[in-house]
């Protein structure tokens, strides 16, 4: 069974940090691009950030870049999302996912571009 389970939001006070995990069990994880989503309340779920597995490259939503930093770990069944200087509209519910393509990130990062979803977790920045 396939899943995704994202770890390490919480509350944050502004300019702060926090690093998201995303643990993929039940399928080859290594195997997969992972993407990582967030949606803020009345908002569209917006792509954040996407790493390969075939190159390890990296891609980023023009307003992350600088800020947010993904990794992946293989031999942990994990990606990361490293978040810096967090702003109070970074507020938002953050969720990872397989690509359907694969090894590679989509070029558009529509939902239906990613297959499996975790249930998502909480960030709130706020002071």
């Known amino acids: 069974q396939v899943q995704l389970v994202e770890s390490g939001g919480g509350l944050v006070q502004p300019g702060g940090s926090l690093r998201l995990s995303c643990a993929g069990s039940g399928f080859a994880f290594a195997y997969y691009a992972i993407a990582w989503f967030r949606q803020a309340p009345g908002k569209e779920r917006e792509g954040i950030s996407c790493?390969?597995?075939?190159?390890?490259?990296?891609y980023y939503s023009d307003s992350m870049k600088g800020r947010f930093t993904i990794s992946r770990d293989n031999a942990k069944n994990t990606v990361y999302l490293q978040m810096d200087s967090l702003k109070p509209e970074d507020t938002a519910v953050y969720y990872c996912?397989?690509?359907?393509?694969?090894?590679?990130?989509?070029?558009?990062?529509?939902?239906?571009?990613?297959?499996?979803w975790g249930k998502g977790t909480q960030v709130t920045v706020s002071s």
């Open positions: 790493i390969s597995s075939s190159d390890g490259n990296t």
């Open positions: 996912a397989t690509a359907v393509y694969g090894t590679s990130c989509p070029p558009q990062w529509t939902i239906n571009a990613f297959g499996s």
